[in-house]
């Protein structure tokens, strides 16, 4: 495990902002459930906790523990950079690059700093490192690479394993999207600076779900990931583990499935005492990509609870939010009331204007 020491200072006011949906409960014996993907069982295990958790740990990954190591390293190298340095990764246009503090466009922020990186063009983010005092450029692009093309990888198969669970044909019906040359996925390294105020109430990042199909997280063996219970809403500590992945489903997965998987609202509370390093693989679909429920969750007469979009129109709908908002509403279909209850009522109607003449 790499630890920072002497942390770049982050200055701003950072006290949780909880929702009406998810109060500040927590429950420390929460359970994650952990899945090993060499077993024969796992499909059915990996639907079990999409359904009833939307997040879960998966071990036996077949991922290198000295690259994972290797590329944490380097990006704690770029993190203890002055902060002048860092800026100048800061990108002039556009989100890839260094970021400190703010979070999107629309005034979220977090004790968190970043560098994010479009997964089809390094260079979009790489290029602006080679603006700071990084001294081996080159060796993070080549972690960088071979890093993102691994958990690509395992989302890819993870997917692939749902879709046997679920009797999607063919079995590559949602892996496809993450592989498309065109596919719309990210990867981002944060660091989160041990906090000096010794209190639960300094986010690192605020509560939210992620917009795209699946995630794939791997941090430190500092904690402070936390998941909402998909029942009560409480929040579930996640414990730290380096040697293994963390998946998330996201918005655009629980819309394929017909909301049989749960996209999960999580968050990051702020350690006061340890530096926490994660990276994070957000694997989305094409920007032209239609997303709407898959003909085998319609099976049975099932109606589509949501409306047909492309990511497109999905990802500039969830950018105009804030990080805490129900992105998904807007793209729900609504109810349709009984006839029976249409029908009662238009008499209720003709009967007014009856009395009324």
């Given at each position: 495990?790499?630890?920072?020491?002497?942390?770049?200072?982050?200055?701003q006011?950072?006290?949780?902002?909880?929702?009406?949906q998810?109060?500040?409960?927590?429950?420390?014996?929460?359970?994650?459930?952990?899945?090993?993907?060499?077993?024969?069982?796992?499909?059915?295990?990996?639907?079990?906790?999409?359904?009833?958790h939307?997040?879960?740990?998966?071990?036996n990954h077949?991922?290198?523990?000295?690259?994972?190591?290797?590329?944490?390293s380097?990006?704690?190298?770029?993190?203890?950079?002055?902060?002048?340095?860092?800026?100048?990764?800061?990108?002039?246009?556009?989100?890839?690059?260094?970021?400190?503090?703010?979070i999107?466009?629309?005034?979220?922020?977090?004790?968190?700093?970043?560098?994010?990186?479009?997964?089809n063009?390094?260079?979009?983010?790489?290029?602006?490192?080679?603006?700071?005092?990084?001294?081996?450029?080159?060796?993070?692009?080549?972690?960088?690479?071979?890093y993102?093309?691994?958990?690509?990888?395992?989302?890819?198969?993870?997917?692939?394993?749902?879709?046997?669970?679920?009797?999607?044909?063919?079995?590559?019906?949602?892996?496809?999207?993450?592989?498309?040359?065109e596919?719309?996925?990210f990867?981002?390294?944060?660091?989160?600076?041990?906090?000096?105020?010794?209190?639960?109430?300094?986010?690192?990042?605020?509560?939210?779900?992620?917009?795209?199909?699946?995630?794939v997280?791997?941090?430190?063996?500092?904690?402070?990931?936390?998941?909402?219970?998909?029942?009560?809403?409480?929040?579930?500590?996640?414990?730290?583990?380096?040697?293994?992945?963390f998946?998330?489903?996201?918005?655009?997965?629980?819309?394929?499935?017909?909301?049989?998987?749960?996209?999960?609202?999580?968050?990051?509370?702020?350690?006061?005492?340890?530096?926490?390093?994660?990276?994070?693989?957000?694997?989305?679909?094409?920007?032209?990509?239609?997303?709407?429920?898959?003909?085998?969750?319609?099976?049975?007469?099932?109606?589509?609870?949501?409306?047909?979009?492309?990511?497109?129109?999905?990802?500039?709908?969830?950018?105009?939010?804030?990080?805490?908002?129900?992105?998904?509403?807007?793209?729900?279909?609504?109810?349709?009331?009984?006839?029976?209850?249409?029908?009662?009522?238009?008499?209720?109607?003709?009967?007014?204007?009856?009395k009324?003449?």
């Open positions: 495990m790499v630890v920072l020491s002497k942390p770049s200072p982050l200055k006011d950072f006290t949780i902002k909880t929702s009406k998810h109060g500040n409960t927590c429950v420390v014996n929460g359970s994650i459930p952990v899945i090993d993907l060499s077993k024969s069982d796992a499909k059915t295990l990996l639907v079990n906790a999409c359904e009833e939307g997040f879960f740990k998966v071990i077949g991922i290198p523990m000295d690259l994972m190591n290797k590329l944490e380097e990006a704690v190298k770029f993190f203890k950079l002055p902060q002048s340095e860092k800026d100048k990764a800061a990108p002039a246009d556009g989100p890839f690059g260094y970021g400190n503090k703010k999107g466009p629309n005034g979220d922020v977090g004790w968190i700093e970043y560098l994010l990186f479009n997964t063009n390094l260079d979009s983010g790489f290029s602006k490192l080679l603006n700071s005092s990084n001294e081996t450029p080159e060796v993070f692009r080549s972690l960088l690479n071979n993102i093309e691994l958990v690509k990888k395992l989302g890819c198969l993870v997917l692939e394993l749902l879709a046997d669970g679920l009797k999607i044909e063919p079995r590559n019906t949602l892996s496809r999207l993450l592989e498309d040359e596919s719309d996925s990867f981002r390294l944060n660091h989160y600076p041990p906090c000096p105020v010794n209190s639960r109430d300094v986010v690192g990042f605020g509560e939210h779900t992620d917009p795209q199909t699946i995630s997280l791997r941090s430190n063996n500092t904690s402070g990931l936390e998941i909402a219970d998909i029942k009560n809403g409480s929040w579930i500590p996640v414990p730290s583990d380096q040697n293994s992945f998946i998330i489903v996201g918005d655009s997965l629980q819309v394929m499935t017909n909301g049989r998987f749960k996209s999960v609202t999580h968050r990051v509370i702020q350690n006061s005492m340890k530096s926490r390093v994660s990276m994070i693989y957000f694997g989305g679909p094409p920007l032209r990509q239609n997303i709407a429920p898959l003909p085998a969750m319609l099976s049975r007469g099932k109606e589509s609870l949501y409306k047909e979009f492309t990511w497109s129109e999905y990802k500039k709908s969830a950018y105009k939010s804030r990080l805490a908002d129900n992105r998904l509403c807007n793209f729900e279909k609504q109810p349709l009331l009984p006839i029976a209850a249409l029908t009662i009522d238009a008499e209720c109607i003709t009967d007014e204007v009856l009324e003449d």
